[in-house]
């Protein structure tokens, strides 16, 4: 097998994965940019996998292939007002964010196999007609060398995942939203002399992370899994956190550190067809893309700085 045949089996394999794990990221960029530490990405994503099976289940009976797709934008709205019980206790109520984050990932997977039973009456839901499948982009995947390797065999939402990670950059940095979005994260106090709203601003950045959580969730679900069990998201929220942290804060580095993690977990499903990686044992495999997280925020995570008021409640008039 030539190398170029190994990067046409495992850049489309990595790009597959990485999508959810970008959403996620992304969404923890926002609500940490603004100053909230949000551990229940996790949980978040788990609730919008059920969202959006459950949605697709409710409707391709009548919308066909569109019925993911719609699911997608369902699970980021109820996504977004499941978020909003961490924005409460963390921010009105000033409670621990780290341990108001935990309570999220609990109560989403509690409340997801308590409904599922209740509904199905069994451990897992059906499995969904349509799903969103790998495509060939027109012309593009016909480009000698790199069309196989970067349009061919992958889906839309893979590449809907790398140009918002650009969008959210833009964002984040080229807008006046984005600016006090970060003056909040690193100074409240000089953010709110100038008339800045960081309550606002805080909650804002984590209703964003419950919204893009859901995407990410939801794409799993209805790309990968095409159904959903307690176990469908299994520590797919953390990787997506451990992006962020390896990315540095950045939405660009995010994706980066996403599509790097992405990568590591398509080697559990592409490796049986890799001359070497073909003799590792599945487990192995299987298991990589965590103790590749672990190493890489080992070697990185003490050089990166998180904003510097995050994870601190804001009290007007204190320092």
Do not use: C
């Amino acid at each position: 097998m030539s190398f170029l045949e190994v990067l046409a089996i495992i850049i489309p394999a990595a790009l597959y994965s990485a999508a959810p794990l970008i959403f996620t990221a992304l969404g923890g960029v926002f609500s940490e940019r603004s100053g909230v530490v949000n551990i229940g990405l996790e949980g978040l994503m788990l609730f919008g996998a059920f969202i959006g099976i459950l949605t697709t289940l409710s409707i391709e009976d009548t919308v066909g292939p569109a019925a993911p797709w719609i699911a997608i934008l369902i699970a980021a709205l109820v996504s977004g007002i499941f978020s909003l019980l961490h924005a409460v206790a963390s921010i009105t109520l000033k409670a621990d964010q780290v341990v108001s984050g935990v309570a999220i990932n609990f109560l989403a997977a509690g409340l997801a196999v308590f409904l599922i039973k209740k509904i199905f009456n069994k451990g897992q839901t059906d499995f969904i007609a349509y799903r969103i499948n790998k495509i060939d982009i027109p012309g593009l995947s016909d480009i000698p060398v790199i069309g196989d390797i970067f349009f061919s065999r992958i889906p839309l939402t893979s590449y809907l995942a790398i140009l918002f990670a650009f969008f959210a950059w833009y964002i984040i940095y080229k807008t006046p939203f984005g600016l006090r979005l970060r003056s909040v994260g690193e100074h409240p106090m000089a953010a709110d002399t100038m008339g800045i709203n960081v309550t606002r601003m805080r909650y804002i950045g984590v209703i964003l992370s419950g919204v893009l959580a859901g995407i990410g969730g939801a794409i799993y679900a209805t790309s990968i899994s095409s159904n959903f069990s307690a176990g469908t998201i299994s520590g797919q929220g953390f990787l997506a956190l451990a992006a962020m942290i390896f990315g540095k804060w950045h939405p660009i580095g995010a994706m980066g550190a996403a599509l790097f993690f992405g990568l590591a977990q398509s080697l559990s499903l592409t490796g049986a067809q890799l001359p070497v990686i073909q003799d590792i044992p599945s487990v192995y495999l299987t298991i990589a893309p965590y103790v590749l997280t672990i190493l890489a925020l080992t070697g990185f995570v003490g050089r990166a700085e998180a904003p510097k008021a995050s994870g601190v409640p804001y009290e007007k008039g204190k320092r």
